[in-house]
């Protein structure tokens, strides 16, 4: 799940066109784009031994790793099939074993011979092994999510050239958007469907980047509006509000409840326009506070900033 993000990512930056990329029981993960479609199954180990040949071909669960990658491959829309590991592949040559992409048909012949009789016994006849690779890929099996946390400063910054002040905060995201993908365990009835159900699209990571981004930009403006409260609110109650305003985000200002405040509170600051012009911030502040009604929202310093993120939010309009 976690090298699917880093594919996406990788993804994203090399092709302008729209891609997916699905997350899957059988087939751990499927990418398509331009009309063919990439199948790669992930396996890790936690040692530093190598995969073997042996490896890749032993029986698990009726089919062994290349068996049902090859079970895959039945028309010239499949465009690759892959093995990808955090180790390398045992061969017998060695400037080929050292390499990030080993083609199977690069193999020496009795190593090819060997793959191909192991198909053959499975019922699955190819004319050669082209098409098919293991990929060494550096992920880290111990502490994932630090990696791709900076893996995900830099994506940000070559997609869209921006340093975020909380990358996490986008990671977290998507994470959870692959989380639900991959746990869906329901059949699907055509390739959309599946898309839709197990799968992420380019067009869905943009539409992520352009709420998250823009959101990170209301943080930080907001952030602004509490450190202008210095003159006003004793110093307390400014770290207050600063470390609320990171839980507000923490909730996501998109979510419901949020939503519906922010919709109250905008109209209680256009309803009184006339009366709140003539405030200072931490008197307009004050003034719409007591004209909520927050039900679920009980922090005081919470129910703050989501006013003073509605006041930057209705300035950027």
């Known amino acids: 799940m976690l090298w699917g993000i880093s594919k996406i990512y990788d993804l994203y930056l090399e092709n302008p066109d729209d891609f997916f990329v699905i997350f899957d029981y059988v087939c751990d993960i499927e990418v398509g784009f331009n009309d063919t479609l990439h199948f790669y199954q992930v396996k890790t180990k936690d040692t530093s031994s190598p995969f ?3 490896d890749l071909i032993r029986k698990k669960s009726g089919h062994s790793y290349l068996s049902l990658l090859f079970s895959l491959k039945v028309n010239n829309q499949i465009k690759s099939i892959n093995v990808v590991s955090n180790t390398k592949l045992s061969i017998k040559n060695t400037i080929l074993q050292n390499s990030e992409i080993i083609p199977f048909e690069s193999l020496e012949d009795d190593e090819k011979k060997k793959i191909e009789d192991h198909l053959k016994a499975k019922s699955i006849l190819v004319t050669d092994l082209k098409d098919s690779f293991f990929i060494r890929s550096d992920f880290c099996i111990n502490n994932p999510d630090t990696l ?22 986008i990671y977290n995201y998507i994470k959870g958007l692959v989380d639900r993908k991959a746990s869906y365990e329901l059949n699907t009835i055509d390739l959309n469907d599946t898309i839709d159900k197990k799968g992420i699209k380019r067009s869905e990571i943009d539409n992520i980047l352009n709420n998250l981004l823009g959101a990170d930009r209301y943080r930080e403006k907001t952030l602004s509006k509490i450190e202008a409260l210095n003159g006003d609110y004793n110093y307390g109650e400014v770290l207050l509000l600063k470390t609320a305003l990171s839980r507000v985000f923490k909730y996501g200002i998109t979510s419901k409840t949020i939503e519906a405040l922010i919709v109250d509170i905008s109209n209680c600051i256009n309803d009184n326009e006339s009366t709140i012009q003539d405030l200072k911030l931490s008197e307009i502040v004050e003034y719409v506070y007591n004209c909520i009604e927050w039900d679920i929202i009980k922090d005081k310093s ?10 930057t939010k209705m300035e950027s309009v």
């Open 52 to 54: 073997s040949i042996s």
């Open 148 to 169: 791709l946390i900076g893996k995900t400063v830099e994506f940000l910054e070559n997609a869209k050239g921006i340093k975020l002040s909380e990358p996490k905060l």
């Open 302 to 311: 919470e129910r703050k900033c989501i006013i003073l993120l509605t006041l």
